[in-house]
């Protein structure tokens, strides 16, 4: 599992009677103003927009992340907290929002974040500025950042996600119907299933890991028990290629003849 997505589908649970202390705190402090927004009008999973161009045009996790380095903001609600998780898929920050303040000008604000496990001074807690206008459904689905954990405040665009990441990257990379050059059947859903003429297997792209030699999938092998399997793949002229892949020196290695070339339908 990359720790960055496992981090995101398993949002720690933060004190709820701590973070209702500490937002009732700082709400006093600072009363609702008629820009006043609230954590709700921004929860979900954010990613940066350029990332998602790149990885659109190559359909190559590694080489758009070379390109455009990932970052992926999920902010989601457990019980009465809210945790925020920043991810590039290698590293990964976990930490608690303790509220949402306006900022000096309009559309501006900034995330009050922290531990959220133990009590805090104002000293303690950290900011993440933020912009953005609501809309027509009174919703954010675009947000500039000025992320601090992973992008050391610099400014990025970041779009809404449309429901979780995984089948939303599988989407964008491999997810389809395709055809080998004997007219079989190969598929890759977007949910992750796999479904080849000879065999069935859950897969996950590797996004972010810099040494390997080819984009590759890895995989659970049913036949092997517990030991990670790897197939790698290529996009060229419009086809899909699939070559075994295997570890040489602990990186990611694939052969120089694929498996199959495969034709989308």
């Not at 598929?187 to 390997?212: C, H, I, M, T």
Request: glycine share 8%; aromatic share 10%.
């Amino acid at each position: 599992m990359i720790p960055g997505i496992k981090a995101i589908r398993n949002l720690c649970a933060v004190s709820a009677f701590l973070t209702a202390i500490l937002c009732a705190s700082a709400l006093a402090q600072n009363p609702p103003s008629k820009d006043r927004i609230y954590l709700r009008d921004i929860e979900g999973i954010w990613i940066n927009e350029q990332y998602v161009k790149a990885l659109t045009a190559l359909r190559a996790p590694h080489a758009a992340a070379k390109k455009t380095p990932p970052v992926v903001i999920a902010i989601k609600r457990e019980g009465r907290a809210f945790p925020i998780v920043v991810t590039d898929f290698n590293k990964a920050s976990v930490q608690a929002v303790l509220d949402i303040e306006p900022d000096a000008k309009p559309g501006s604000y900034r995330l009050v974040v922290g531990a959220g496990d133990r009590p805090m001074t104002s000293d303690e807690v950290k900011y993440v500025y933020l912009q953005g206008t609501k809309n027509a459904q009174g919703r954010f689905d675009r947000l500039r950042f000025a992320e601090i954990f992973l992008m050391k405040g610099r400014w990025a665009d970041y779009i809404l996600l449309p429901g979780e990441i995984s089948p939303y990257l599988n989407r964008l990379v491999l997810a389809g119907h395709y055809k080998d050059e004997q007219g079989r059947g190969w598929e890759f859903s977007e949910n992750g299933e796999a479904r080849w003429p000879d065999q069935k297997f859950v897969y996950e792209l590797s996004l972010n890991d810099p040494g390997a030699g080819c984009e590759y999938v890895q995989t659970e092998d049913l036949k092997e028990g517990a030991q990670n399997k790897r197939f790698g793949y290529a996009w060229k002229n419009g086809k899909l290629s699939i070559y075994p892949a295997r570890m040489v020196d602990k990186k990611v290695r694939c052969d120089a003849r694929p498996l199959a070339v495969l034709t989308p339908q």
